[in-house]
């Protein structure tokens, strides 16, 4: 899974990749840093890729200010 920002309608990948699969089941809580974007309008995507089908679920995405 990988985290995109858009200001300008082109897509641009924010922080690393999330693997998908690391050995562990159950859901997974990750952070990625948006501070570069603070202060304008950003649409955020999220772009899954899987080898190993097509099963990548996304859960309760919250955006916060610290």
Known sequence: MQVQASTTGTWAN?????????GTTGWKQHTIDLTAYKGTTVQLGFL???V????????DAVVTTP
């Open 14 to 22: 924010v922080g690393t990749a999330i693997n998908r699969y690391d």
């Open 48 to 50: 899954g890729i899987s």
């Open 52 to 59: 190993f089908g097509n099963d990548v679920y996304i859960d």
